[in-house]
């Protein structure tokens, strides 16, 4: 059964692609859930941060359900809704106020490589595979999703792994800066946990400050809205968190923030 699974852990949001049986192929529903699910997470004030993975240990995401295809983009009409219910999907880590974490183990290919490229971070275990299949499938990416590979791997591996449709593997997406870690396999669990452990425990104001002004780099300078990134900024420094870190530095001990 193709589903998408979530549940909180203490600070963290799970949301688990699920459909073994098919690597974790992505189905029309499931992309429609997804922003609903990461919504509910970033409206959800114990959640710290987000980790989007893939159920088991063979795939991530393994793309788009193809099967899916024929009837739900195989007119003109029905593309234009299958596109927009992916680019929602897409844009829902990217907007999300919390940091959102990709877990890559295995298979992360085509929609899977898509939806990791708007996720803030990636980590990825050693035995991750990835590529970009679009120019086997004989379909068009959106400026937007090419624009986001491009701003994240620069043009020349945007360039390349859209052309060739090449697999590459976790070492490689290392040195093209497509994932921020590689982690050993017997590994990654608890290093990601360690992870987001780590991400949990930092002033929750601060970080979303820290995601909407990385997310006005990206953005053509007209769109940019630095007056709410400024007006972040302060809310940190009035804050009861800030209060506290400066009392926990002092007094050498570690900081309880509370995200006010």
Same mark, same amino acid.
């Given at each position: 059964?193709?589903?998408?699974?979530?549940?909180?852990?203490?600070?963290?949001?799970?949301?688990?692609?699920?459909?073994?049986?098919?690597?974790?192929?992505?189905?029309?529903?499931?992309?429609?859930?997804?922003?609903?699910?990461?919504?509910?997470?970033?409206?959800?004030?114990?959640?710290?941060?987000?980790?989007?993975?893939?159920?088991?240990?063979?795939?991530?995401?393994?793309?788009?359900?193809?099967?899916?295809?024929?009837?739900?983009?195989?007119?003109?009409?029905?593309?234009?809704?299958?596109?927009?219910?992916?680019?929602?999907?897409?844009?829902?880590?990217?907007?999300?106020?919390?940091?959102?974490?990709?877990?890559?183990?295995?298979?992360?290919?085509?929609?899977?490589?898509?939806? %990791? /490229?708007?996720?803030?971070? $990636?980590?990825?275990?050693? @035995?991750? #595979?990835? +590529?970009?299949?679009?120019?086997?499938?004989?379909?068009?990416?959106?400026?937007?999703?090419?624009?986001?590979?491009?701003?994240?791997?620069?043009?020349?591996?945007?360039?390349?792994?859209?052309?060739?449709?090449?697999?590459?593997?976790?070492?490689?997406?290392?040195?093209?800066?497509?994932?921020?870690?590689?982690?050993?396999?017997?590994?990654?669990?608890?290093?990601?946990?360690?992870?987001?452990?780590?991400?949990?425990?930092?002033?929750?104001?601060?970080?979303? %400050? /820290?995601?909407?002004?990385? $997310?006005?780099?990206?953005? @053509?300078? #007209?769109? +940019?809205?630095?007056?709410?990134?400024?007006?972040?900024?302060?809310?940190?420094?009035?804050?009861?968190?800030?209060?506290?870190?400066?009392?926990?530095?002092?007094?050498?001990?570690?900081?309880?923030?509370?995200?006010?």
């Amino acid at each position: 059964m193709a589903e998408l699974i979530t549940r909180r852990e203490n600070a963290v949001g799970w949301v688990i692609f699920s459909n073994p049986a098919k690597l974790n192929a992505v189905s029309h529903d499931m992309w429609m859930a997804l922003p609903k699910a990461i919504a509910g997470f970033d409206a959800d004030p114990e959640v710290r941060l987000i980790v989007i993975t893939g159920d088991g240990d063979k795939a991530f995401i393994s793309g788009a359900d193809i099967s899916q295809f024929e009837k739900a983009r195989g007119s003109a009409e029905a593309q234009a809704v299958y596109n927009r219910a992916v680019v929602d999907a897409y844009e829902a880590p990217v907007f999300c106020s919390k940091p959102v974490v990709a877990k890559i183990r295995g298979i992360c290919m085509g929609g899977g490589l898509g939806l %990791a /490229a708007a996720c803030d971070v $990636r980590i990825a275990a050693a @035995d991750a #595979a990835f +590529r970009m299949p679009a120019g086997r499938l004989g379909l068009g990416y959106n400026y937007t999703g090419i624009k986001r590979f491009a701003q994240l791997i620069g043009p020349a591996n945007t360039a390349d792994i859209f052309f060739s449709a090449r697999k590459f593997n976790a070492t490689d997406a290392l040195g093209m800066g497509f994932v921020n870690r590689v982690v050993p396999v017997e590994d990654f669990d608890r290093e990601v946990a360690a992870y987001c452990e780590m991400v949990a425990e930092n002033a929750p104001l601060t970080l979303a %400050a /820290a995601k909407f002004a990385i $997310r006005q780099t990206g953005m @053509d300078p #007209a769109a +940019r809205d630095l007056e709410q990134a400024a007006r972040m900024i302060e809310t940190c420094f009035n804050s009861e968190d800030y209060r506290e870190g400066r009392r926990a530095f002092m007094q050498k001990r570690k900081p309880s923030f509370r995200g006010k």
